[in-house]
């Protein structure tokens, strides 16, 4: 069965310091990756996917995430943190069909 | 721009009672879904519809039930609410464009619901 697991429950960082927020899965066969971001009383947005192609992944408000095969994981980064990055981050994951499963969330604090 | 609508965000019910969370898309999407969200425990699928009037249990389906009379509608039902409903409630939807695994969840903004 697909997982995923997300390490750490909080991560600090001060503003323009990179972020790293981690990721790890596991599937059977080739997996879809996500990263969503959930602000203060708001549903969950989307941020990046990966599907195939380059390990590189550049998405929304500066972030990217990379695709690591042999270590299963999907890193979320960003080169210099901002204080309106704060939020709670989703890694997901779909191997096939219409079920997206969810890491447990970590929530980012970025400190001016 | 995109919108998946749910109709309350907070909702407080007593035990017992038959709950009924609407959500409604105007994206034309084929796929809907209900998670629940709880601290620590991330998003859990509860039920999903890739269809009008088809519906798939999902990983936590104990309790719940669905209704998808109309594409754009998605509800999900509470038949006798208890106090570990508890939580908060996310809507999504998606499109199918014949690489269905390849597209993103749309998210609601949440219903916070308080089974007392």
């Known amino acids: 069965a697909q997982s995923v697991a997300q390490p750490e429950d909080q991560v600090n960082v001060a503003e323009g310091n990179p972020l790293t927020v981690k990721c790890t899965y596991s599937?059977?066969?080739?997996?879809?990756l996500f990263w969503y971001v959930q602000y203060p009383n708001r549903g969950l947005q989307f941020l990046l996917k990966?599907?195939?192609?380059?390990?590189l992944v550049k998405g929304s408000y500066g972030f990217e995430a990379e695709f690591n095969k042999s270590q299963t994981s999907f890193h979320l980064k960003k080169p210099s943190a901002l204080v309106s990055d704060s939020a709670l981050y989703f890694c997901?994951?779909?191997?096939?069909?219409?079920?997206?499963?969810f890491g447990a969330g970590t929530r980012l604090f970025v400190k001016a | 721009d995109v919108k998946v609508t749910q109709s309350s965000r907070y909702l407080v019910k007593r035990t017992g009672e038959k709950v009924f969370l609407e959500c409604v898309q105007d994206m034309d999407h084929e796929n809907m879904f209900w998670y629940r969200q709880d601290p620590g425990l991330g998003l859990r699928l509860i039920y999903f519809?890739?269809?009008?009037?088809?519906?798939e249990k999902g990983d936590i389906p104990e309790g719940y039930s669905v209704s998808r009379e109309k594409k754009e509608r998605f509800s999900l039902i509470l038949e006798s609410a208890s106090t570990n409903q508890t939580s908060m409630y996310l809507c999504?939807?998606?499109?199918?464009?014949?690489?269905?695994?390849?597209?993103?969840?749309?998210f609601g903004s949440g219903t916070q619901l308080s089974v007392l």
């Open positions: 599937v059977s066969g080739n997996p879809y």
């Open positions: 990966y599907i195939t192609g380059d390990n």
């Open positions: 519809s890739y269809d009008v009037k088809m519906k």
């Open positions: 999504a939807s998606s499109s199918y464009s014949g690489q269905v695994q390849m597209e993103k969840l749309f």
């Open positions: 997901a994951v779909r191997e096939g069909g219409f079920k997206t499963i």
